[in-house]
């Protein structure tokens, strides 16, 4: 499954951004969906995840509170919904698709190519 991320720009501190992820031509419906970020030096992380039934989600803990991950099977697509941004999620955000929420890179099987978000301070 080749997944498709985008969303990402440029946004001033404290603003907000959507970012969706499809699998364009495939269901991937039955899948857990990851996203992960990635900022310049640093390894990949687990930003939040949800299950392919949406009732099981993780956050890490510098985004609870600020980002929220869903899903619309119907559309093929997940969203993450990023409030109050702040210079440190400045990074090219990747989705990924699991068997199950999971945190680590290893155990997603399948990404999209990034997107970027940078946020100015």
């Known amino acids: 499954v080749q997944l498709q991320a985008s969303g990402g720009g440029l946004v001033q501190a404290g603003g907000s951004l959507r970012l969706s992820c499809t699998a364009p031509?495939?269901?991937?419906?039955?899948?857990?969906v990851g996203w992960f970020r990635q900022a310049p030096e640093k390894e990949r992380e687990i930003v939040a995840a949800?299950?392919?039934?949406?009732?099981?989600?993780y956050y890490a803990d510098s985004v609870k509170d600020r980002f929220i991950i869903s899903r619309d099977n119907a559309k093929n697509t997940v969203f993450l919904q990023m409030n109050s941004l702040k210079a440190e999620d400045t990074a090219v955000y990747y989705c990924?698709?699991?068997?199950?929420?999971?945190?680590?890179?290893?155990?997603?099987?399948?990404w999209g190519q990034g997107t970027l978000v940078t946020v100015s301070s």
């Open positions: 990924g698709a699991s068997e199950s929420v999971r945190t680590a890179v290893y155990e997603y099987s399948y």
């Open positions: 031509g495939r269901d991937f419906s039955n899948w857990a």
């Open positions: 949800l299950s392919w039934s949406g009732g099981t989600t």
